[in-house]
């Protein structure tokens, strides 16, 4: 088991990407703080996590608010004495046209989106220079990249992801500290299964290997990423969009 006795946090744990990260990364031997709003679907995979002799624990808490996330860090530290691997997951949507976009659902997504990876990178960092030691995973998202009509406030967030991941990189490379960004494109996840067929034959369309992505296949680039393999691997961001997009 690669993560044995590490410490992570997966925020937006409790369904899709984050509850696949959390599963993943718990049956390499990591401890898994769980974190996220919904406290009975983090308990459901808090439950099978542990029903395959894993460690995790459930914390109910907002990534925008400043307090709960220090609290929920300093319980943590507290515990386990560390924290090794961070994976800002935790988003949210609010789709409209910009011209009836109202205000409060810009200031939500960006304060989950942006916001919330700004508040668990400081409450974690700390600990991490300190330990010369730590691997941070942002995930952020095709439509960071490219934008997305009716998407102007989640296509603005995710792409601050990317600017942050690159500063703070460059911030704590010489501590023994990595900083990466995953851009997934569409995966199949319960957000995108409640789409019209239609809908989703045209975002299929759009992609060269004609399908859906996998949770897993994000989760395994996350756990390569938080591994001693990629110790070189900084200030990164890797695509896994089947084709969609190709930056070079």
Not at 15 to 23: S, W
Request: aromatic content about 6%; charged content about 20%; some cysteine.
């Amino acid at each position: 088991m690669i993560f044995k006795d590490k410490v992570t946090i997966v925020t937006g744990a409790s369904q899709g990407i984050g509850e696949r990260i959390a599963l993943e990364l718990s049956k390499e031997g990591a401890y898994t703080a769980l974190v996220d709003v919904q406290k009975e679907k983090l308990e459901e995979v808090a439950q099978k996590i542990v029903g395959n002799n894993g460690k995790a624990d459930v914390f109910c808490t907002d990534v925008s608010q400043m307090d709960q996330v220090m609290d929920v860090t300093e319980k943590i530290v507290k515990s386990h004495n560390k924290i090794d691997h961070l994976v800002n997951n935790a988003g949210i949507t609010r789709d409209n046209l910009l011209m009836r976009m109202k205000e409060e659902e810009w200031d939500a997504v960006l304060a989950v989106n942006l916001k919330g990876i700004f508040n668990f990178s400081k409450a974690v960092i700390r600990n991490m220079i300190g330990n010369r030691y730590g691997r941070i995973v942002n995930l952020s998202s095709v439509v960071g990249l490219m934008g997305n009509v009716g998407q102007a406030n989640y296509a603005a967030s995710k792409a601050g992801v990317l600017g942050f991941t690159k500063s703070l990189a460059r911030e704590v490379a010489p501590r023994g500290i990595t900083v990466n960004a995953v851009a997934p494109g569409y995966i199949a996840t319960p957000m995108t299964e409640n789409l019209p067929d239609s809908v989703k034959d045209i975002f299929v369309e759009l992609i060269p290997m004609k399908r859906f992505g996998t949770p897993d296949e994000v989760s395994h680039v996350v756990k390569f990423l938080l591994s001693d393999e990629a110790a070189y691997i900084t200030g990164q961001v890797i695509n896994v969009n089947g084709g969609m997009i190709m930056v070079p």
